[in-house]
């Protein structure tokens, strides 16, 4: 009786560690029914748009550090790249009104591609620890804004109507920003889940000596994921200094540390080699609203940051505990 | 039988103390004064520069336990976040009444018990002090928030003020850089000379080995979390004292800064290597820099990006002179 | 089946030597495997399994001699090279990427991909893992995550990755050790399917049962040397002992008969689940007790459990007459009980530390002063006593511990336990890869402490090592206590017997 038992309680808790993605799903669906008891306006379709454009460029550039952490490294630069590209593009523009929205996007996507890829060289070919070469870098971009800027801001009044509009739309009912993110999401789903280099990503950061036994170019993978890092932060500059409609030397800061809390909460493990798109939009969305929520329920917008903590830690202790429950439970009956 | 030399060789010695990191520091230190120097006439004047330290006493407080943890192979990003948690309660307490040595008293506790949970995740649940530092990094911020929302607490007493911006009696010595040398020595001493100090670099070298050596592993590591709150919590009374005024973002960002200044003096972020006399090194590195850039009135941010630039130089040369002589030998 | 040479072998190994910082780990090995055939590899720890494997997989390159792959000469200078030719190892740790399904573990690095998109070809690399599966007797989804699959079951898909690449040489080192018996049978099964398909399988395991039940050939090596090949059919389990043993016992092994004292140490029905069970044992003032038995016959556990570092589930321990509960190494130490670990580097040593840092790590409260100020003068004198008795050669005492030798290492892991005073030391495989010189150094040691009243409780899986130096053997097979002799009565071929299982006795 006590195998079946055992047996029966191990595929339960498989299914809960498998599929991570469900357990956030049941909070965020309590959380949602829960503020809609609360606040009738939780549940319509404008306060909805209003979440989702919150959070679309959180988990532009969170996609970008979740495929950095899978590979076991860490990005601390996101916020400065995107600070970095957003202020390139918003003077170009400025100065160049003739470049249409989509040249815009492209740029700083080019510009982000360039950061990421110094991240990437650094941590490659530089042996440098993933964190220390982004802590660096995150200041040296951070300061480059401020240099390129001299402290100037560029305002709404210096932006064209299209280039603001780029982030305002709508198409078929889906704010453009949420499109936007909603293609990046699929276009990320798909490399990571279904190409080849996309699962060697992977397995780099599952197992790097297997990895390389195994004939895979781990050099080459870890780039590709700083790069593609820097490619989401440099379209998150352009989105958000649309959206927002103003550049400023100080565009997300800290934004870096929200990042990483979309992608932990959302189930990708600091140690690397796990993590899914899914599960990182969904950490952004849990985020997202409960800021949202807070502000429904009257409840101080203050709060935000002390219940996103929370939220990070009892992500990462139930992770711990569910695993080690798991591996108890099968080391147990491995040798039995 | 032969019976082992205590010490090495002389030669030995010499060479060693000659490649030691330490002085590279001494070297980019002496760089940057003369560089300043040049800059500006008023540098070299001794009121000066002990006016400069003011700017950096509050993060060097903070590094020196960052420098434990670093090299017991752990992290703690929780530090500026801790500090305004423990400010913005010590500073509403005072603003409620309560007498504010009292105060600051509170104010260290709850530091301490912030650094405490830190420590408690880390060492009983086993989990990654990246992950449980981030987390608290916003809870401690987020509380600091929730008690004071967009307000300011001022109006502290004189005699508080002091230890923020006095100097030591009729010497030019700024009182926080008193506290700084004096905890700079202690740390020092505690890590270079003491048990706790070897056991750390034991822990950060092989922990699994020190668990079979019958070493409090777990122990050792709530402790320096919790040592670590505790400084961040007189860093954040020191630095209310300089502003005489909290808000809740105060120091935000610093946590970066110190572990830059760690990273920089030499200290391996694998853990097992370091040494408090590097990390003294370079913060006074970064702050000499810092105070001359400012002196050319270069705006904070990209004092940073020149931090930044050092900090990746200082571990990418010695690599590549490596791999140059590697090199040239054939 | 019946041995007779099937056709051209498709590995020949002739005259291979290999020497490690002097130690002749292969003295001119050969070896010749056919296809179709499998080809078990026996011999006593450090007569050179693990080294041929390594040279045949690539890890290693052999001083002198010659490989043959299918008649041709080959040179293997890395695993990938080995890949190449069809060469595929099963180690007892396999390595593979837990976070990845079983399917993505078995077609890492060659994914079959769709002909336009480069998209993986989901459908056909799930369909082609469920028929390797399938082929293998493996009753598993190939969806299922590999974190968390039993050691039998990682091994599987090991093989499977292995035929992912057509692999015509498999090689299997002590792939049963960890398995339990059903599932020993089912690799088994496993194995016979392959060579009927044509693939040459090196089998090396310890249990002589498992040769004979499994094997066409048999290869015996001892001390680096090529011994013998026969057929399995023609031998019989006692020859295959004489050829693996071979030397006769000499007085390498000096311990000396001391009168032993009281009971230091008595356990009582120690269990852990799923590890070991029901281990009770008594333990004597000046005793060498040695606990003799196969790699996985969880020794080092028992071993573990009583120092503290894995406490048992269950079962009593008492010191002294006084019954104890351990849960933590350093309560073990309090009681004068001290373990030198199996794995030296990882466990008994902080190689980048020097050596007095590692001798006095768990004494190191005795040098503290003031505050916890560390007298190091006292401490080096510390150090500087322990190694000049036991003779370790090395610069200097600021020497790290990641510069010495395998045996001056031994020696300053020993030097570290034995400051701490014990009354009680266990020993894991204590010369474990060391020089003879500081073999017979470490036993000198070991007889000296035990006449002076040190009771040793040794674990060694070298049947000489246990018959010259143990006054009484126990005897540990998969977890359980099957045997014990007086130093009497044993010899290797009933310690043999009884620790692969083959008798009741």
């Known amino acids: 009786m006590s195998v079946i038992a055992r047996k029966k309680r191990r595929s339960v808790l498989l299914t809960i560690a498998g599929v991570r993605e469900t357990g956030i799903s049941i909070f965020i669906l309590l959380l949602v029914v829960v503020v809609s008891l609360r606040s009738p306006y939780f549940l319509t379709v404008s306060n909805i748009k209003d979440v989702l454009m919150d959070i679309a460029i959180l988990s532009i550039v969170a996609i970008g550090e979740a495929m950095v952490i899978i590979t076991r490294g860490i990005d601390l630069s996101v916020a400065s790249t995107l600070a970095l590209a957003g202020m390139a593009v918003g003077m170009t523009i400025s100065s160049h009104p003739e470049i249409p929205p989509g040249g815009a996007l492209l740029m700083g996507m080019g510009i982000g591609a360039v950061l990421g890829s110094v991240n990437g060289l650094l941590v490659t070919k530089g042996h440098i620890p993933p964190i220390i070469t982004t802590l660096g870098t995150m200041s040296i971009y951070r300061g480059l804004v401020f240099a390129i800027s001299g402290g100037a801001w560029v305002d709404a009044d210096e932006m064209t109507k299209e280039f603001i509009g780029m982030t305002k739309g709508e198409i078929l009912f889906i704010p453009n920003l949420v499109f936007m993110a909603g293609i990046v999401a699929i276009i990320s789903y798909y490399f990571l889940n279904h190409t080849s280099t996309g699962r060697q990503i992977y397995a780099l950061g599952s197992n790097p000596t297997a990895a390389r036994v195994a004939g895979i170019h781990v050099h080459r993978n870890l780039f590709l994921a700083y790069l593609i890092s820097g490619i989401l932060c440099g379209m998150g500059g352009v989105l958000w200094i649309s959206r927002y409609a103003s550049a400023q030397s100080d565009t997300a800061v800290g934004f870096e540390l929200q990042a990483i809390a979309a992608a932990v909460v959302g189930g990708v493990s600091t140690l690397g080699g796990s993590g899914t798109i899914p599960g990182v939009l969904l950490g952004s969305l849990l985020l997202g609203i409960v800021v949202n929520a807070l502000s429904l329920v009257h409840i101080s917008p203050f709060w935000k940051l002390a219940v996103q903590g929370l939220i990070i830690l009892a992500a990462v202790v139930t992770d711990a505990l569910l695993s080690r429950r798991l591996q108890q439970s099968r080391s147990a009956e491995g040798t039995s | ?330 | 089946m019946d041995g007779e040479i099937r056709s051209e072998p498709i590995l020949k190994l002739v005259g291979i030597r290999k020497a490690f910082d002097g130690t002749q780990a292969l003295a001119g090995v050969d070896f010749e495997l056919c296809p179709g055939e499998i080809h078990a590899l026996v011999g006593e720890n450090g007569a050179g399994k693990s080294t041929l494997i390594k040279v045949i997989t690539g890890v290693h390159r052999p001083d002198a001699g010659e490989i043959l792959f299918r008649g041709e000469p080959v040179v293997i200078t890395n695993p990938l090279d080995a890949q190449r030719l069809g060469i595929a190892a099963i180690y007892q740790e396999p390595t593979l990427f837990p976070d990845l399904d079983i399917a993505e573990n078995i077609f890492m690095g060659h994914y079959p991909l769709r002909r336009f998109t480069r998209r993986v070809a989901w459908r056909q690399l799930y369909d082609q893992a469920a028929r390797t599966l399938r082929v293998l007797g493996m009753d598993l989804d190939p969806r299922t995550r590999v974190r968390g699959l039993t050691v039998a079951q990682l091994q599987m898909v090991e093989i499977a990755k292995a035929l992912s690449f057509n692999a015509r040489i498999l090689i299997m080192d002590e792939p049963t050790s960890t398995l339990t018996l059903s599932e020993v049978a089912e690799l088994f099964s496993t194995a016979r399917q392959l060579r009927d398909a044509g693939t040459a399988i090196i089998f090396i395991s310890h249990r002589l049962e498992e040769v004979f039940g499994l094997a066409d050939r048999v290869t015996v090596l001892r001390d680096g040397h090529y011994v013998g090949t026969c057929n399995v059919s023609e031998v019989t389990p006692d020859e295959l002992i004489r050829m693996m043993v071979g030397r006769t016992l000499n007085d390498l092994f000096p311990k000396s008969d001391v009168k032993q004292g009281s009971v230091v140490l008595r356990v009582e029905g120690l269990t852990k689940e799923g590890v070991f069970r029901d281990i009770s044992f008594e333990l004597h003032q000046g005793e060498i007790l040695g606990l003799a038995g196969l790699a996985g016959a969880r020794r080092t556990d028992v071993a573990q459990a009583i120092f503290g570092v894995a406490p048992a589930d269950r079962g009593k321990i008492w010191v002294d007459g006084q019954q104890v509960a351990i849960r933590h190494p350093k309560e073990a130490l309090a009681l004068g009980i001290a373990y030198v670990p199996e794995n030296r580097q990882q466990h008994g040593l902080i190689l980048p530390m020097n050596i007095t840092h590692n001798v006095t790590l768990p004494i190191l409260q005795q040098f503290a002063r003031m505050g916890g100020w560390l007298d190091s003068r006292a401490e080096a004198q510390t150090a500087q006593e322990i190694t000049t008795r036991l003779d370790v050669r090395a610069a200097g005492l600021w020497q790290l511990a990641s510069a010495l030798s395998g045996g001056n290492q031994q020696k300053v892991v020993l030097a570290k336990w034995l400051t701490t005073r014990p009354r009680i030391l266990i020993l894991d495989e204590p010369t474990r890869g060391i020089d003879v010189g500081t073999k017979a150094a470490v036993h000198e040691l070991m007889s000296t402490l035990a006449s002076q009243g040190m009771a040793i409780l040794m674990i060694s899986s070298e049947l000489p090592e246990i018959l010259g130096m143990s006054d009484r053997i126990l005897v540990m097979n998969e977890g359980r206590l099957v045997n014990q002799f007086t130093r009497a009565e044993a010899t290797q071929e009933k310690i043999m017997l009884a620790a692969t299982g083959s008798s009741s006795a």
């Not at chain 2, 987020?142 to 109006?155: E, T």
């Not at chain 2, 800064?257 to 391996?268: E, F, H, K, P, S």
Request: hydrophobic residues 55%; proline residues 3%.
């Open chain 2, 1 to 330: 039988m032969t019976s082992l030399t205590k010490a090495p060789p002389k030669r030995f010695i010499m060479l060693s103390l000659l490649l030691r990191w330490e002085w590279l520091l001494v070297l980019l230190i002496i760089v940057a004064c003369f560089v300043n120097a040049s800059l500006s006439r008023y540098f070299l004047d001794v009121d000066n520069l002990f006016d400069m330290t003011f700017n950096f006493m509050e993060k060097s407080l903070v590094a020196l336990p960052m420098t434990f943890i670093i090299i017991s192979g752990n992290i703690d990003l929780s530090v500026a976040s801790n500090l305004a948690m423990s400010a913005v309660i010590m500073a509403t307490a005072f603003q409620s009444g309560l007498n504010i040595w009292l105060a600051v008293l509170l104010g260290l506790c709850i530091g301490t018990i912030g650094g405490l949970i830190n420590g408690l995740l880390v060492s009983r649940l086993r989990l990654p002090a990246l992950a449980v530092t981030l987390g608290t990094y916003a809870l401690y911020r987020g509380v600091a928030f929730v008690l004071l929302g967009d307000l300011v607490v001022k109006g502290f007493p004189d005699s508080f003020i002091y230890i923020g911006q006095g100097n030591v009696l009729n010497t030019p010595v700024p009182v926080p850089l008193l506290l700084f040398s004096v905890m700079a020595v202690v740390f020092g001493l505690v890590l270079h000379r003491t048990a706790f100090g070897r056991l750390i670099y034991a822990i950060g070298n092989n922990e699994e080995a020190c668990r079979y050596s019958g070493v409090a592993v777990n122990r050792i590591k709530v402790i320096i979390f919790a040592l670590s709150g505790f400084m961040s919590a007189l860093a954040g009374v020191i630095m209310t004292a300089r502003f005489g005024s909290v808000r809740p973002n105060i120091a935000a960002g610093l946590e970066l800064d110190v572990i830059t200044a760690v990273v920089l003096g030499g200290v391996d972020i694998f853990g097992g290597q370091g040494s408090i006399l590097g990390v003294v090194l370079a913060l006074f590195l970064m702050g000499i820099t810092r105070f001359g850039m400012s002196l050319k009135n270069v705006p904070g941010q990209v004092q940073s990006t020149l931090i930044g630039f050092l900090l990746i130089l200082a571990i990418l040369l010695p690599q590549l002179l490596r791999r140059f002589a590697l090199r040239s030998r054939g």
